[in-house]
């Protein structure tokens, strides 16, 4: 996710503080978890070669350790090695390591910041997202919390703000993040232009996060409003092309909303975004013959014609319902759809420019599955889950260019963590 | 013999079963409460103020003092019951809860305490303490706060 000198020069720092003096004063809070995961995919590749008829290659761990100092000061940070998700160019990585600084509390509200590497949040449970164990569900939904984008959406080197407003029935909580991340280029590929571009890995410039959080705890209703702007810029050299520097803002504004009555929970999230390639900036020849249309063409037309305007509205909605358990079984269900182009939801259009099949440009997914807690420290968690489409899928995963996918696929995954 | 006679002692048997189980219940020495500080004003928890503080959403007291949560494990069948009871949530929702809050980095999760008694210690050494304490557990320095549906 990050480069290792950058991983080590962060982890050295968890270390020294977790021995360090200070330790003597007060404790340290250590938490962890192992997950392996057992995964089969019909056809396509998901986590890895799970194609292979049963695969191991998901294999999630962490360490997170938190400290106080006083009851304003306090700091917390999270190493990870994870092994399924391709997009990242290294296995170990430091989720989030940050100081959290409370400035200000009252009676009914409260307000402080963070620095350091901060967690963006994103929907409901956007801010964990990379802990496995605390997914809601078996295989977290990839049509708000994109597997493909994980690292780009999960923690950014800046600055966090919050407070909180109780109010008599509601509370109110407000986050601004603003910071610096690094793309992985495996998310540069995959993204925007394919195998196109040289592999690269760039930051960005600017990253603006906003999350509104509504709450009534007595009715059990939460919703969430979050808006994510970044802007980053590519290199773009095709054999052939003038080379350049090409900037790229990308916008998402997300909508969720959580309901529990009794023993029932529905969460509901929708998600709108745009991706704008400033094109006029490119001042590139323009290409001709199949190899245009063997790329995504929806956002190559944007570069060649040499206009700034946004690529294709994409959208999606996430719906799931579980029922729980006394004794700790969640059980789901879950539905969920997601396209690149507003316009041109199934990828007709797409198709029938391009020929290429239209089933890369939308995915939809029907999920069933638990969560069970098999005793204090170990949980279990199963999904079955029917696809349609593969916008979803990792490119590093699949190639288009040199893999055939499959518009209709099955996943079956296993997972099972021990927590502490 | 007239119905209302025929039914009297049916009516009595249902009377001495409340009155049993209703003895039994309040005199129920593993029964959980709320447990404060004495010197804390509070005299009370409604429902969805005891969700919001043990979903980390409210952290302040009334008196202006930061509320530290001590919780025995959620396996503890007493204290599993008094939240399901009291909250109508289940208590491995609020550990997923505490452990998605913990790690995102954005709070403090509960103190967990392995025994009562050394909730009872942890109450009274630490201002804004909240613990669940068993009847029998009681002591002059802290206090029981009924949770009001």
Redesign the interface.
């Known amino acids: 996710m990050f480069p290792v000198s950058i991983n080590s020069l962060l982890l050295c720092v968890l270390m020294g503080l977790a021995g360090g003096g200070w330790a003597a004063e007060q404790p340290w809070r250590f938490?962890g978890f192992a997950s392996q995961g057992l995964s089969n995919t019909s056809d396509n590749r998901y986590f890895g070669k799970s194609d292979d008829r049963l695969s191991f290659d998901f294999f999630e761990a962490?360490l997170?350790a938190?400290r106080?100092w006083g009851?304003h000061l306090?700091l917390?940070?999270?190493l990870a090695y994870r092994a399924p998700y391709a997009i990242q160019a290294e296995h170990l990585s430091v989720d989030?390591l940050?100081l959290?600084y409370l400035a200000v509390?009252?009676?009914?509200w409260?307000a402080g910041l963070?620095l350091g590497r901060?967690?963006l949040g994103e929907g409901l449970?956007g801010?964990?997202r990379?802990?496995s164990?605390?997914w809601p569900t078996a295989l977290m939904n990839d049509i708000i919390y994109s597997n493909k984008l994980l690292p780009l959406y999960l923690a950014t080197d800046g600055i966090n703000l919050y407070a909180?407003r109780?109010f008599s029935?509601w509370?109110a909580?407000l986050e601004l993040t603003s910071g610096r991340s690094q793309v992985p280029g495996s998310a540069v590929e995959d993204q925007l232009f394919y195998s196109l571009i040289p592999a690269q890995t760039t930051h960005t410039d600017k990253l603006i996060n906003s999350r509104l959080e509504l709450?009534?705890?007595?009715s059990?209703s939460r919703l969430v409003f979050t808006w994510l702007y970044l802007e980053t810029e590519f290199d773009i050299s095709f054999e052939g092309l003038v080379r350049t520097i090409t900037p790229v803002h990308i916008r998402q504004l997300s909508l969720s909303f959580s309901q529990?009555w009794?023993s029932w929970r529905i969460d509901v999230e929708a998600v709108q975004g745009s991706n704008t390639v400033f094109a006029s900036q490119a001042r590139v020849e323009p290409l001709s013959g199949p190899r245009v249309c063997a790329i995504d063409c929806s956002q190559l037309t944007e570069i060649l014609s040499a206009e700034d305007r946004p690529s294709g509205k994409r959208g999606g909605y996430n719906l799931s319902l579980h029922y729980?358990y006394?004794g700790?079984l969640d059980l789901y269900l879950s539905v969920g759809e997601h396209w690149d182009n507003n316009q041109d939801k199934h990828g007709d259009a797409f198709e029938a420019g391009t020929g290429l099949p239209g089933h890369i440009k939308y995915s939809a997914s029907y999920g069933l599955g638990f969560i069970y807690?098999l005793a204090?420290h170990w949980d279990i968690a199963a999904e079955l889950r029917y696809n349609e489409g593969t916008s979803a899928l990792m490119f590093v995963d699949n190639p288009v260019l040199s893999e055939h996918l499959s518009k209709h696929w099955m996943q079956t995954f296993l997972r099972l963590t021990y927590?502490f | 013999m007239p119905i209302g006679q025929q039914q009297a002692p049916f009516r009595l048997f249902c009377l001495l079963l409340c009155l049993w189980t209703g003895l039994t219940r309040a005199t129920d020495p593993q029964k959980v409460h709320i447990a404060v500080a004495a010197s804390n004003p509070q005299s009370s928890v409604s429902?969805?103020e005891l969700?919001?503080i043990l979903?980390l959403?409210?952290?302040?007291?009334?008196?202006?003092e930061?509320i530290v949560i001590l919780v025995p494990?959620?396996?503890n069948p007493d204290f599993s019951q008094f939240v399901?009871e009291h909250t109508?949530?289940?208590p491995?929702?609020l550990q997923?809860r505490w452990?998605?809050?913990?790690?995102?980095?954005?709070g403090?999760a509960p103190i967990k305490v392995s025994s009562p008694e050394e909730a009872l210690q942890l109450l009274k050494s630490t201002p804004g303490a909240l613990a669940f304490l068993p009847s029998l557990l009681m002591d002059t320095e802290v206090k029981h706060v009924p949770s009001l549906n």
């Open positions: 938490s962490g997170l938190e106080d009851e306090s917390s940070g999270k989030h940050l959290d509390e009252r009676t009914h409260y963070r901060v967690k449970y801010s964990s990379d802990t164990y605390t909180q109780d029935r509370s909580a709450s009534n705890p007595g059990g529990q009794r729980l006394p700790g807690p204090s927590h | 429902r969805s969700i919001a979903s959403q409210k952290r302040y007291w009334d008196n202006g930061r494990p959620i396996t399901i109508g949530l289940y491995y929702q997923r452990d998605r809050s913990r790690f995102a980095g954005r403090r």
